[in-house]
């Protein structure tokens, strides 16, 4: 029988026999950071919807059953030892151990994040967090990976990345939370870890058929999509970085101002920047903006005053989307811009969370107590997150690159899909199902006369498509007039990308 009772305000109270003490969890917190566990879960399948809008239509149902996937096994990675690797009471600097192994005792014992709510409730509120950031990294695998190895590389970089960076970050046992770092809600073990991860898997996955051609230039397949991705994860923020306060104080509240506020300047930054080039007003680069914004908040939101959530979201809407162009200079395929979303922005969060940290907002909730960054005259404190940020980064990338050169010599596990895959689209080769029923009708029509021209997906007559996610595609006027197709057929910009 649990040993929990209440008292006279209704509050949930907790006697540990071993010492004597008396805990007292408030229902108010506990609700609030439950709220704040289902506010983050909708942000998974959103990363889904947002990449899957981004892609051609061939591969869009693969991302979003990309997101679900990923959901359920770090679920069970959080349940079986996840939870234990990341916030056994007597972790390690680097890491926890098994303390916690398939969530023995973790139930009505104070959480290791705030002693106001039992830890079960901040196990499963991480368990979130745990779970969106490898779906923030596999989006690097898009339109080139296979399936099944992928559900075996997500259990097993959740193990051996994630969890322990998480240790190091938050754990009060780890290094860089002995050090003095601030990371409120993620900078680093969700962001930074996530996009230098996409970074080593396109890397290790080489480019796609047709890179550094018109064949890649394609629009997104379905912007609505992609708006409602950013939807969901802008709705879901509020639980992700508000939540981290981990009680319903003022804190939370400065969280959630903070974060709207970033977000809103990151997308007016980033569509304005895109205005410059080819005056139009880009859903796609407000919604790019706006995420950037949300990654650059993360780890200052309950650091930093509402002043400086601005100066966070213009330099995350300027920086990140000036270093989308990275992967032209360096010729590596990021499909979905990740590295330069999350690292680069959870890197640009970081630094301005040293510079703008102040004491008196970490004290919004009676608790924290910390240095503050340079506006407090602190000034170690960006020396603090540059070595936070940069050690993260460094073991991520080399640790995700080991993890996939050893799954390449094992039988059944190497990650790149065959050259004939990608062609037809992972949707159809992978899954045998599409996005959309009009996809799967098409291919039905065509029978034995179905052919394949390079990277499209024809029927013989069928051109390839333009477009991109940032401005560097020509416009269809200028594409229809690009000579015709070796059939004699004038060459049509089809205006759904494939």
């Known amino acids: 029988m649990v040993n929990v009772s209440y008292d006279a305000s209704g509050d949930l109270n907790w006697f540990d026999p071993s010492s004597g003490t008396t805990w007292v969890y408030n229902l108010g917190d506990i609700a609030w950071v439950l709220a704040s566990t289902a506010l983050v879960w909708i942000m998974i399948p959103g990363v889904g919807f947002f990449y899957s809008g981004l892609l051609r239509r061939k591969n869009a149902l693969s991302m979003i059953w990309m997101s679900m996937m990923t ?4 679920s069970f990675q959080w349940f079986f030892w996840g939870y234990s690797l990341a916030f056994s009471e007597t972790a390690g600097k680097y890491i926890g151990n098994l303390q916690h192994f398939g969530l023995k005792g973790a139930l009505q014992q104070p959480s290791v994040g705030s002693e106001r709510i039992p830890s079960l409730a901040f196990c499963v509120f991480q368990l979130m967090f745990a779970a969106i950031t490898p779906m923030i990294a596999i989006g690097a695998a898009a339109e080139r990976a296979r399936l099944g190895p992928l559900m075996v590389f997500v259990f097993v970089w959740t193990t051996v990345v994630y969890d322990p960076i998480a240790c190091w970050t938050w754990n009060p046992h780890g290094w860089a939370f002995i050090m003095g770092g601030l ?11 996530s996009g230098t991860a996409a970074l080593a898997i396109s890397i290790y996955l080489g480019r796609r058929r ?8 394609y629009k997104p397949h379905n912007t609505t999509y992609v708006v409602i991705g950013t939807v969901f994860l802008w709705f879901g923020w509020f639980g992700f970085n508000g939540g981290s306060a981990l009680s319903a104080n003022l804190r939370a509240i400065q969280a959630c101002i903070v974060t709207n506020l970033a977000a809103s300047v990151g997308g007016l930054t980033w569509m304005l920047w895109d205005y410059r080039l080819e005056r139009k007003w880009s859903v796609v680069g407000f919604c790019s903006g706006a995420i950037a914004g949300l990654v650059a908040i993360t780890p200052g939101s309950g650091f930093v005053g509402s002043p400086a959530a601005v100066l966070f979201g213009f330099m995350a809407g300027t920086v990140c989307n000036f270093a989308t162009q990275l992967k032209y200079i360096f010729n590596y395929d990021d499909t979905l811009d990740i590295f330069a979303s999350h690292a680069i922005g959870g890197i640009v969060g970081n630094v301005l969370t040293g510079l703008f940290a102040q004491k008196s907002v970490a004290d919004f909730d009676h608790i924290t107590t910390i240095g503050g960054g340079w506006l407090d005259h602190h000034y170690i404190q960006l020396g603090f997150q540059l070595a936070d940020s940069f050690s993260g980064l460094s073991y991520s990338f080399v640790v ?41 009708l098409d291919l039905a029509a065509s029978g034995a006369a179905h052919t394949f021209h390079d990277d499209t997906h024809s029927h013989g007559d069928v051109p390839l ?17 690009e000579g015709s197709l070796e059939s004699g057929v004038e060459k049509r910009v089809d205006p759904v990308a494939e």
Request: charged share 20%; aromatic share 8%.
């Open 210 to 217: 047709g890179w550094g051609t018109e064949r890649l230039a």
């Open 71 to 74: 959901l359920a096994v770090v």
């Open 400 to 440: 995700t690159t080991a993890i996939l050169w050893v799954m390449h010599f094992i039988p059944g596990l190497r990650l790149r899909a065959s050259e004939e895959a990608e062609i037809l689209g992972i949707d159809d080769a992978e899954m045998g199902e599409f996005a959309y029923d009009y996809v799967g």
């Open 183 to 193: 990371d409120f809600a993620g900078g680093t073990p969700v962001h930074i870890s």
């Open 465 to 481: 498509t333009a477009g991109g996610r940032e401005p560097r595609h020509l416009h269809m006027s200028t594409a229809h007039k």
